[in-house]
């Protein structure tokens, strides 16, 4: 072999290690993925000339506002116990209305903001009640509706407060079965849902001082969800899958509840979300969550506006968020799969667009992974679709894979965009699948109720489906497969590892579910409607006591070997948290510490806010999947 051939030899090879660990050498930090938003939230004053955001301060958020005259930043609120939360709103008179929830003792306060003076102005403080605004009144702009349930915690009222007075009375009192309130433009609830969880009722009354009438009766497989009403107010916009398998957005009379019109109907899945003008009283953009998302505009000034605006933003995703009350000035958000995001102004009479802030700055989306629709048939042949994410510089094949079953199992799907966890497992050279499995909303009514009473059953059988063909298509290294889940994910992670003990190598549970019998007996005394409901679609304890208990994590520990990482918040309101704690002893009893972790975070419910913990958890899921994959 000549010295020529030896050196072209040498850099091929150079050139080939370098291939292989393309993922290493573009190492993202953990805290690139999950630090808090740098801006968020962005909320436009009706008048149009101040812009609200929240923005953290010493690991809370707080409340930031600038004025579009002379573009100056104002820092509004400075808390360093609890944050704002994100459903602040304007009144008509530049005044902000805001929530902190005071996670250690279950309570909850209300402000106001003068905006002119930025003085605080402490409207309420309660404590073992949940408060949430309802809406507002640009006829009376110091009245606010709330929701609460300070009078009974088993349901929710709604009052009217004045924020100049502080004055709070009593507007709707819930007789029992009102779960959902629906007002008008001007703040007036005409439209109500009434549920027993799992028989429900809408409701339709012409203005306050008369009684509400019921329109249509229902059940929990069928979806009748109010949007708006049209500029009338003889008919109102709704989501409607009645007497039809897919979602439709369609006209309903207020008086008769008769279904007027179709307004638009996709014959292969769901209408998942529709953008209303409550100014204008009228529907502008429909998405539907395809492979990616498909957009269809309802009017011609929405096409104009969002035409201008994709235009600017090539190649992204672009929803509006917020408008004035004149609707020229609108706070945009753009993202794509590997972009988290930017917020945006758009000025409607001069088209520009001017960015207000990125929601992560520290992405480079080259760096990242596609996220890429995929299908496969079942063992039964039903049609099952998901979401694979492969590690950019690498091979595609035979790939250490995460598994990540949503949560749910009724009330979610994966949807196409960015999403960080995936983006993260990724960039360490993971495999990401993401499966919506039957019983996931969004592809009908007929897949949604396949799901029925297939807890345990056909659901998990869609993941493990899920997983043996990628490794019948050689993506899936058989041999390093782990299963990543929260909530209901979560307890499909841990029936994966008990029933399927050699498909998978480790999981990650966020709190997880582990016991039907708790989950169910203890729900929040607001969910108590809904009960009856998970009783039809998963099992009643009292007639399906087998099995419910068969599938329950907490009485299959001895079946459970693999090693485990679990997180949990200690104020998560559908835990319980004293039986995780003995579920956790007795694995790490059976398995011994080192293979069962186990991370509790007090003043923490579902999702870490705090930064520090969720940068102390991530740091933890990575040594895991190195050590275990």
């Known amino acids: 072999m000549n010295k020529h051939f030896k050196l072209i030899l040498i850099i091929h090879v150079f050139f080939a290690l370098c291939a292989c660990n393309t993922h290493k050498t573009n190492t993202i930090p953990i805290i690139d993925f999950f630090k808090t938003p740098e801006k968020s939230n962005f909320k436009i004053s009706p008048d149009g000339q101040y812009i609200a955001y929240l923005k953290p301060f010493k690991d809370k958020l707080n409340l930031f506002i600038k004025s ?35 996670i250690a003792i279950d309570a909850y306060k209300m402000f106001v903001l003068n905006v002119a003076t930025l003085k605080l102005k402490n409207l309420i403080y309660q404590e073992n009640a949940i408060i949430y605004p309802v809406g507002r009144n640009k006829n009376e702009p110091d009245v606010i509706n709330i929701r609460m349930n300070r009078r009974d915690l088993s349901k929710f009222d709604i ?11 009593p507007y709707l009192l819930n007789p029992g079965d009102i779960t959902q309130w629906f007002p008008d433009n001007d703040g007036k609830i005409r439209l109500i849902k009434e549920s027993d969880g799992v028989n429900e009722r809408i409701l339709f009354r012409k203005n306050d001082k008369v009684p509400f009438n019921p329109i249509i009766s229902n059940n929990f497989k069928n979806a009748v969800i109010p949007i708006g009403f049209d500029a009338t107010g003889k008919y109102f916009y709704a989501m409607s899958n009645l007497n039809r398998d897919k979602m439709a957005l369609v006209e309903i009379d ?125 063992s039964d042949g039903l049609n099952i679709t998901g979401y694979l994410t492969l590690p950019i510089g690498s091979a595609k094949t035979n790939l250490p894979m995460i598994i990540m079953p949503h949560d749910g199992p009724f009330t979610e799907r994966n949807k196409w965009g960015y999403d960080p966890e995936v983006q993260f497992l990724a960039n360490r050279g993971f495999g990401v699948f993401q499966i919506n499995y039957r019983g996931s909303t969004g592809f009908g009514k007929k897949f949604h109720t396949a799901g029925f009473n297939e807890v345990g059953g056909k659901i998990q059988q869609d993941i493990t489906d899920g997983v043996n063909w990628l490794i019948k298509n050689n993506t899936a290294n058989p041999k390093k497969i782990a299963i990543f889940g929260n909530g209901f994910g979560g307890f499909s992670a841990l029936y994966g590892l008990s029933h399927h003990p050699d498909l998978y190598k480790c999981a990650v549970i966020q709190h997880g579910l582990i016991n039907f019998f708790t989950y169910l007996r203890n729900a929040p005394p607001y969910l108590k409607p809904y009960v009856e409901m998970m009783y039809e679609m998963v099992g009643n304890p009292e007639f399906d006591e087998g099995h419910l208990k068969g599938i329950s994590p907490v009485f299959n520990t001895d079946k459970i070997h ?53 940068m102390q958890m991530y740091t933890e899921i990575e040594d895991f999947l190195n050590k275990n994959m």
Request: glycine share 4%.
């Open 68 to 102: 579009l005259k002379d573009d100056k930043e104002v820092m509004a609120t400075s808390f360093t116990d609890y944050s704002v939360r994100g459903d602040y709103l304007w009144t008509y008179n530049n005044k902000i209305v805001f929530f902190q929830e005071i």
């Open 159 to 169: 009052y009217r407060i004045n924020i100049s007075t502080g004055k709070l009375s």
């Open 254 to 378: 207020a008086e008769t509840g008769y279904e007027h019109r179709i307004i638009y109907l996709c014959p292969t899945e769901d209408i998942q979300n529709v953008e209303y003008s409550k100014i204008k009283q009228r529907l502008d953009v429909l998405t539907l969550h395809n492979e990616t998302m498909s957009k269809f505009f309802l009017n011609e000034n929405a096409k104009i506006i969002y035409g201008n605006i994709i235009n600017q933003l090539k190649g992204y995703q672009i929803n509006i968020t917020d408008r004035d009350s004149l609707e020229n000035k609108f706070i945009i958000t753009s993202y794509t799969d590997r972009d988290p995001g930017s917020y945006y102004l758009y000025i409607k009479d001069s088209q520009k667009l001017i960015k207000l802030g990125d929601v992560n700055a520290s992405i480079k989306p080259a760096q990242l992974s596609p996220m890429v629709a995929v299908s496969f048939k079942a």
């Open 562 to 614: 693999a090693p485990l990482l679990i997180f949990q918040g200690a104020k998560d309101l559908r835990s319980n948290i004293s039986e995780l704690n003995q579920f956790v002893r007795v694995l790490q009893k059976q398995n011994g510490n080192d293979n069962v972790r186990y991370f509790l975070k007090r003043n923490e419910r579902t999702s870490f806010k705090s930064e520090s913990n969720r």
